[in-house]
């Protein structure tokens, strides 16, 4: 189900591109220049619903390749599910009983990461308002004591503005994995930004 809503928002941003064409005038480009994104990103899974922003600052080889360093402060939620108190016993006959008993709604408390990492970027056109591009970021967890690297790819589209490319709205999909309470956590990971 995941992979086919997946599938089609990553269809729709690649076909998109060629619907907001520039023409060929001289556009600010970033080409040698520094940019600063800032991302909202959600990260939903079966067990918990992850929100967070990121902070990216990233050096523009091309209009094509960045590199750059980001931070993500992020908040995971788990949903209120039942504790159960499992016990057995043993009768007079010796047999064993098992008695289940409710112990209360529990909420777990909310837990806080935040990774560090490294963030690669290929933009596939720079003369479009809507240009495809991927994105690799692979970094470390400072907050939390975890095993795992944390690590995204995300496919995207960079929405840039007429006369100003260096400038624009970012959206994304993609997977993120990450160690989470010493176990890998791999989810899906949707985000909306502004680079300027």
């Known amino acids: ?41 959600l990260t939903p899974t079966r067990y918990h619903k992850g929100r967070g922003l990121s902070f990216i600052g990233v050096y523009n080889f091309t209009d094509y390749f960045s590199v750059g360093l980001g931070i993500k402060p992020y908040i995971l939620f788990y949903p209120k599910h039942r504790l159960y ?26 837990e806080f990461y935040l990774p560090v990492y490294t963030t690669i970027k290929f933009v596939f056109s720079k003369r479009t308002n809507a240009s495809p591009y991927v994105e690799y970021r692979l970094g470390f967890e400072t907050f939390e004591h975890v095993n795992e690297l944390y690590r995204t790819l995300c496919l995207g589209s960079r929405f840039g503005f007429n006369g100003k490319y260096n400038r624009a709205v970012n959206v994304s999909v993609g997977w993120q994995g990450t160690g989470i309470a010493f176990e890998t956590s791999n989810s899906f990971l949707f985000k909306v930004g502004y680079e300027f």
């Open 1 to 41: 189900m995941i992979m086919s809503k997946l599938t089609i928002v990553v269809l729709f941003l690649f076909l998109s591109s060629g619907l907001f064409a520039q023409t060929d005038f001289k556009t600010e480009m970033r080409k040698h220049k520094i940019s600063f994104i800032s991302e909202v990103e």
């Open 85 to 110: 108190y499992v016990y057995y016993t043993i009768d007079q006959q010796n047999n064993v009983v098992w008695h289940e008993d409710l112990y209360k709604d529990y909420r777990p408390d909310c």
